[in-house]
Antibody
């Protein structure tokens, strides 16, 4: 059965780097794209970026200078790294599987706070 | 970037009544291949979003037929023919036609 699960530190200091992992099961990263989406508390969803089945990536232009998405197919893991974190980056971060440019399965999300 | 404007921001309905949500795009969402990458997601309280409608009007697996998506170009609508208790939550439209992909600001459906 298809599952995605985000993990990572819930607290990051200002100006530091956020590192999150999305561990997937029930499908291969070489067959499905995986996206990252975030949601500030009480606000709307923001698409962050995607790693395609071939390993290339695309990013939201608003985050491109700070964001990196990579993967380890042998471990079925997708990684998100975003540097220079500020309070505006406080949000729940989701990974989601891409099914013909739709998100058919989502992780439960991981909440990230930025504070010293 | 494409801006998706959802209206209303919130919607208070009586169980069994219909509901309608609009999603208006700042640009046409028809891709060069003729497909329109407009989707609707429902985010129930405390949960991750779930896919309801893709390609404007196609219901995802398991989605009840009371959910009806329609529209073209820049104007899209999600209708619920008879609202059920499990339909409560925030509805998001989403476009994957233009890079970067974008979501609408959401519409909260609540019961009267």
């Amino acid at each position: 059965q298809v599952q995605l699960k985000e993990s990572g530190p819930g607290l990051v200091q200002p100006s530091q780097t956020l590192s999150l992992t999305c561990t997937v099961s029930g499908f291969s990263l070489t067959s499905y794209n995986v996206h990252w989406v975030r949601q500030p508390t009480g606000k709307g969803l923001e698409w962050m970026g995607v790693i395609w089945t071939g390993g290339t990536t695309d990013y939201n232009s608003a985050l491109k200078s700070r964001l990196s998405i990579s993967r380890d197919t042998s471990k079925s893991q997708v990684f998100l790294k975003m540097n220079s974190l500020q309070t505006e980056d406080i949000a729940t971060y989701y990974c989601a599987r891409d099914w013909y440019n739709n998100f058919d399965y989502w992780g439960q999300g991981v909440m990230v706070t930025v504070s010293s | 970037d494409v801006v998706l404007t959802q209206t209303p921001v919130s919607l208070s309905v009586t169980l069994g009544d219909p509901a309608s949500i609009s999603c208006r795009s700042s640009q046409s969402l028809e891709y060069s291949d003729g497909y329109t990458y407009l989707e609707w997601y429902l985010q129930k309280p405390g949960q991750s979003p779930q896919l309801l409608i893709y390609g404007v009007s196609n219901r995802f697996s398991g989605v009840p037929d009371r959910f009806i998506g329609s529209g073209s170009g820049t104007d899209f609508t999600l209708k619920i023919s008879r609202v059920e208790p499990e339909d409560l939550g925030v509805y998001h439209c989403f476009q994957a036609t233009h890079d970067p992909f974008t979501f609408g600001s959401g519409t909260k459906l609540e019961m009267k």
